[in-house]
């Protein structure tokens, strides 16, 4: 069973960065699509980065594009978002996701992944 485990969420100040991480254990990074997505209160979970599971594109949602970047480290069986230039509309709880089959048109549908975590706040205020 593959379990993933966010951090390095908290609060920040619009303009500032932040980087949150994602541990995953009981599985492996090797062919296996990786993403975050992420959720205010009353609005539905929105596709912020993926990693497609059979190279290493990255793709990223129209209102994070050239401010956040998603890696990998294979070695460390890590994900990582690092979030530049940050905006109150930012703030969310971020997830990370886990699928062995997410084709990569698929990779924005929060529904063709088989795994989650449980979230990291991140909060964009001053």
């Known amino acids: 069973q593959v379990q993933l485990q966010e951090s390095g969420g908290g609060l920040v100040q619009p303009g500032g960065s932040l980087r949150v991480s994602c541990a995953v254990s009981?599985?492996?990074?090797?062919?296996?699509?990786m993403g975050w997505f992420r959720q205010a209160p009353g609005k539905e979970r929105e596709f912020v980065a993926a990693?497609?599971?059979?190279?290493?594109?990255?793709y990223y949602g129209d209102s994070v594009k050239g401010r956040f970047t998603c890696t990998r480290d294979k070695g460390k069986n890590t994900l990582y978002l690092q979030m530049n230039s940050l905006k109150p509309e930012d703030t969310a709880v971020y997830y990370c996701?886990?699928?062995?089959?997410?084709?990569?048109?698929?990779?924005?549908?929060?529904?063709?992944?088989?795994?989650w975590g449980k979230g990291t706040q991140v909060t964009v205020s001053s």
């Open positions: 990693v497609s599971r059979t190279s290493d594109a990255t």
């Open positions: 996701t886990f699928g062995r089959r997410v084709i990569t048109s698929q990779l924005e549908n929060h529904r063709s992944y088989d795994f």
């Open positions: 009981g599985g492996t990074l090797n062919g296996a699509a």
